[in-house]
């Protein structure tokens, strides 16, 4: 009988001082007390190149609205991996050449439909080689290449099929990247359940989610890519999302040196980053030749987050979506010599034809 007066006058007491014990992990978010010192940064140190960007519409938008907030970001390049192939890539060139030619370069694309037909490589290396010559500064692959796209018999098309191998010899010969997203990260794949890391997103975003049949394991993928990478050394890769391992960089590590012709982007893993500021740091600094800004989509107001992982020390600061990460961030500190690798040089040292005077 006491227990039962004790539950009803908590209860009343919850109900008189408005509080409720009933929330969803989602609502909590609650504002911290820790008092640190706070360096924002809404403006890169020095001038970047974004080459990890989606612009869909570049063919007929307005590019002056574009660069105006590229330049409050301190953006010099923004490479648009959204060129298609074609006609439509040609609109898109022709709208950049007209207005900016400096400030764009648009990576085009690869029409997987048909492949298992006769001559199918031969063709989509000719129509990459023309691409190319239209003024196309690379090549990107959609993670569509190992978990979407079919053969003219209905069978996956694994990313290191050898009826692609003309593509990627055509890059080697060409002298233009191929930056390639393939699968997802790891924890797509893994059982939704408490354990699970990203049953936050996966739960607001069910599509998401992944198994070994579907549409085939995560390891298989990524193996896929790498034995891809392997056959062509004279073809230059960009990994997108660091290959999802910057969860693991020692792992990355061994990639990269197994990879010589393997570069990783940054775009949309800051926050497996700016978790780990000490052991990135030192991935930074030993691999600082081999990885390049990208950001992924295209939110002005979120690249702050990646300026202040990348160029402070600060701790203990919000990344901007918490579905993707409902932990706090912490900067590396990353020495001048690195960043200026990172936000441009090595990108002007892969992709061909970009203005380095854009750049100090």
């Known amino acids: 009988m006491k227990r039962i007066h004790v539950i009803c006058l908590l209860s009343i007491s919850n109900i008189f001082f408005g509080l409720s014990q009933e929330m969803s992990f989602e609502a909590y978010d609650p504002t911290p007390t820790l008092v640190v ?34 330049d409050q970001l301190n953006e010099g390049i923004m490479v648009n991996l959204s060129g298609g192939t074609g ?59 190992g978990l979407r796209h079919k053969d003219v018999n209905g069978k996956r098309i694994a990313i290191d099929d050898p009826r692609l191998n003309p593509v990627w010899a055509m890059c080697g010969q060409l002298g233009i990247p191929v930056l390639i997203h393939a699968a997802d990260p790891k924890s797509f794949w893994d059982p939704l359940d408490s354990k699970n890391e990203r049953w936050l997103e996966l739960k607001t975003k069910p599509r998401r989610k992944r198994s070994a049949t579907n549409p085939a394991p995560w390891q298989q993928i990524i193996d896929e890519q790498h034995r ?9 890769f960009i990994n997108a999302h660091m290959g999802w391992y910057a969860n693991d960089l020692k792992r990355l590590g061994e990639l990269l040196d197994e990879m010589p012709n393997m570069s990783v982007g940054i775009g949309a893993i800051i926050a497996e980053l700016g978790r780990q500021p000490k052991q990135a740091k030192a991935f930074f600094i030993r691999y600082q030749d081999r990885i390049l800004f990208g950001k992924d989509s295209w939110k002005p107001e979120e690249f702050p987050t990646y300026f202040r992982v990348l160029e402070t020390a600060d701790e203990y600061f919000p990344y901007y979506k918490k579905y993707h990460a409902f932990w706090a961030m912490y900067g590396l500190d990353l020495p001048d010599d690195v960043l200026r690798k990172v936000y441009y040089k090595n990108a002007l040292n892969l992709i061909p034809g970009l203005d380095e005077s854009l750049f100090e």
Do not use: C
């Open 37 to 70: 010192p706070q360096n924002p940064v809404t403006k890169a140190k020095f001038t970047f190149i974004d080459v990890h960007s989606h612009q869909f519409r570049m063919a007929e938008q307005d590019l002056s609205l574009l660069v105006k907030d590229m």
């Open 228 to 236: 891809m990478f392997k056959n062509h050394p004279k073809t230059k």
């Open 87 to 145: 006609e439509g890539l040609r609109a898109m060139l022709k709208n950049v050449n007209e207005n900016y030619p400096n400030r764009f370069a648009v990576f085009a694309n690869v029409d997987f439909s048909g492949v298992g037909t006769p001559g199918w490589g031969a063709k989509a290396a000719k129509q990459l080689e023309a691409d190319v010559k239209a003024g196309a500064k690379g090549l990107k692959i959609y993670k569509s290449l």
